[in-house]
Structures are given as C-alpha cells and as structure tokens.
C-alpha cells in the first residue's frame, strides 16, 4: 500500500491503515518501525470496526480487509482477504483507484459513518 500511496497521492488518494486486533496498541508501534508505511496508521476496537462498516458482529471476516471512499466520503467497495479482489490484489487496487479518480464528485453509495459511530 506504501507504493500504491506513493503513486496515487499527487492525485488526491489518502490510504489509511487500522489495526484492530486486541494487541494492537502494543503491537503498532513496533509495525510502524518495522514496515515504516508511506499512510497513517492507528488503532481502534473490533466493535468500532464493524459499526463503521456497518456490519453485524456475527459476520465472518478475514483480512486485509479494503474499503474504498470516494470524494463525497460514500463507502464504494469493501473487499475482504477471502475475496476474487485479492487473487491480484495489486492490480485490483489499482483498478479500483483509477476508476474513482476519474469519476466526478456527484456519484453515490453507502454513505461512510464517522469513526466510533
């Protein structure tokens, strides 16, 4: 995601990266170190997680897990680990990037929450 931030941002894509595991506040840190990302990187709870995607709790879910957001801050796509969308995920992403950059700001879709709500 570093390289993919690196080419798309002059074009106004942000990537940005949460943990959600129960260690994640210990573990980020030493991940920041490590993997040094080119996007902001933080943490929340799971609960937070599935009431900004607006999903049940009961839902299986794998990861990486991929939300896009247009320019209006509408949720487009959510893509899981388990997904067709990871078989080339680079690709995928690129895709996915490229055709919401060109779309014009007035498209719609899920209406993104705001964190924690």
Do not use: W
Request: include cysteine; proline fraction near 9%.
């Amino acid at each position: 995601m570093s390289a993919i931030q690196k080419d798309y941002g002059p074009r106004g894509f942000q990537t940005l990266g949460s943990c959600f595991n129960d260690l994640a506040p210990q573990l980020l840190p030493d991940f920041l170190a490590r993997f040094r990302p080119a996007f902001p990187v933080g943490y929340t709870s799971r609960e937070t997680v599935y009431n900004y995607l607006q999903q049940p709790t009961t839902l299986p879910f794998s990861v990486p897990m991929y939300v896009f957001i247009d320019k209006k801050g509408m949720i487009r796509a959510q893509h899981m680990g388990s997904d067709e969308f990871f078989k080339d995920e680079e690709k995928s992403t690129r895709a996915m990037i490229e055709s919401l950059l060109k779309e014009p700001v007035t498209k719609g879709g899920k209406k993104a929450p705001a964190p924690g709500h």
